[in-house]
């Protein structure tokens, strides 16, 4: 059994022009350990697919279908008091933006000591010691834990926030971009460590991003999003050296590469659909430089192309399978 299994997911955002179909029939799994990274435009609906897991909608969103099963118990069954147990105790996140994740009027130290005093019956003193540690994991001065968030640099706080997401030894942590806002050393800093941590842990990752250039480090398997949908799945290697999805392939042009040919980096043309509206049969058709008659008609199916690699378009070659 997987840890996580996601099974038709869809999630939906009531706004004022009508639903918003962000997520729309994600399936995936995640073994114990792994790190699967969700790949795509911004809008895409990989935040979506993500927060979903740990149902953080804002208040006009909600799953409309789907399962997601963590160990076998599906997440969308769990009392509110379950749910509250459930988050960062089996799985955690790291936000975007520390700055607004994190409470600027409180301490750090408070806030991981808070968190980890919601799963554990254990001594505030003791908590204290335990966030101090992971403030050490995490490459900081244990003494900054009565430091507020503003005394912190970028990449400081990105640690911390690092530390809070790992306070209670989740079995899966989230990141979010985790280094949106960051520089790129600061950013090359922080992944290390992220993986580093990952693996010293045995925690499986699921990564957001829309920069390729960090998937090849840090993830096994990488998830492609177009339109609220995965149209691409498999292992690090095959995405990057052998992609069957002709989005996949433009969106991997679309990254400057310091080895291998130099080639001229293309860019996407159009912008992603209208989530109100999506385009009839494959959604990826009116920007598809190679779509066919059919493509416009009727959605493609699942079809595998090599272990743990399957691919939703009319032009791949094997027979329809389950995803
Ligand atoms: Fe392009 Fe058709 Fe494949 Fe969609 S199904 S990606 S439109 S070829």
């Known amino acids: 059994m997987p840890l996580l299994d996601v099974q038709d997911l869809q999630t939906h955002f009531r706004i004022r ?21 969700l790949v795509g435009e911004s809008g895409c609906g990989k935040t979506t697919a993500a927060l979903s897991l740990l149902r953080l909608l804002p208040t006009n969103g909600r799953i409309a279908a789907g399962r997601i ?26 936000f975007q933006g520390a700055m607004n994740a994190l409470n600027p009027v409180r301490r750090v130290g408070s806030q991981i000591v808070e968190a980890i005093r919601l799963h554990a019956s254990i001594s505030q003193p003791e908590a204290r010691r335990r966030a101090t540690a992971l403030l050490e994991k995490v490459e900081l001065e244990g003494r900054r834990i009565d430091d507020y968030p503003h005394e912190f640099s970028g990449g400081q706080r990105q640690r911390v926030m690092i530390a809070m997401a790992l306070a209670c030894q989740p079995r899966i942590v989230i990141g979010d971009e985790p280094t949106t806002a960051l520089d790129v050393m600061v950013q090359a800093q922080i992944f290390e460590l992220v993986e580093r941590l990952r693996r010293e842990l045995g925690m499986a990752m699921i ?31 095959r995405i990057f050296f052998h992609p069957c999805h002709p989005y996949t392939r433009m969106l991997l042009r679309s990254f400057p590469r310091l080895a291998g040919t130099r080639e001229m980096v293309g860019s996407i043309p159009g912008t992603p659909p209208n989530m109100i509206e999506v385009p009839t049969g494959c ?11 059919l ?5 493609p199916t699942w079809r595998e192309q090599g272990l743990r690699h399957t691919v ?12």
């Open 17 to 37: 022009q009508g639903i918003v179909r962000a997520v729309d029939g994600v399936s995936f799994s995640l073994e114990e350990g792994e790190s699967l990274g």
């Open 69 to 94: 099963l963590y160990q076998g118990q599906d997440v969308l069954q769990l009392s509110p008091e379950e749910l509250l147990r459930f988050r960062w105790k089996e799985i955690s996140i790291i």
């Open 207 to 237: 990564l957001i991003t829309h920069d390729l250039s960090v998937l090849g480090d840090t993830c096994d398997r990488a998830a492609i999003m177009y339109a609220g949908q995965i149209v691409e799945i498999g292992p690090i290697a």
């Open 283 to 293: 959604r990826f058709h009116p920007r598809c430089p190679d779509a066919l008659a």
């Open 295 to 299: 493509c416009q008609e009727q959605e």
């Open 312 to 323: 939703a378009c009319h032009l791949a070659r094997t027979e329809t399978s389950d995803a």
